[in-house]
């Protein structure tokens, strides 16, 4: 298996996994802000857990809009939409995976040309 499929692999996880727990909260409460926010921050572990997230998406948007020039990414806004739609979760795989298909292109692509 090569090491963008095991990204893909984690897309669907990091997806699967928290709307798992999401999904059902949603049916219960609807699309409550407000009680969201409140219960996500109830207790010190769970804020801890929150805060930890949103430091990790902020670091994960710097590091995209960095890697975007040095890779040449038309399309490094989707995984800060994924991110923020889904959570880091989502977000890091899928921008790893983006990452790693151009790098795998630009390595095969000398050896293509070397064979003509």
Not at 12 to 33: D, K, T
């Amino acid at each position: 298996m090569r090491l963008r499929h095991l990204y893909l692999v984690l897309c669907v996880l990091g997806a699967v996994v928290p709307y798992a727990q999401f999904i059902p909260w949603l049916f219960q409460h609807g699309l409550n802000a407000s009680l969201f926010v409140q219960e996500l921050f109830a207790t010190r572990i769970g804020a801890f857990f929150g805060l930890d997230v949103v430091v990790s998406a902020i670091a994960l948007f710097v590091f995209v809009l960095a890697e975007r020039r040095a890779i040449g990414s038309r399309y490094f806004w989707i995984p800060i939409v994924a991110t923020i739609v889904v959570g880091v979760s989502l977000g890091l795989p899928l921008f790893l995976y983006m990452r790693q298909r151009k790098l795998d292109a630009s390595t095969a692509e000398p050896v293509a040309s070397a064979n003509r």
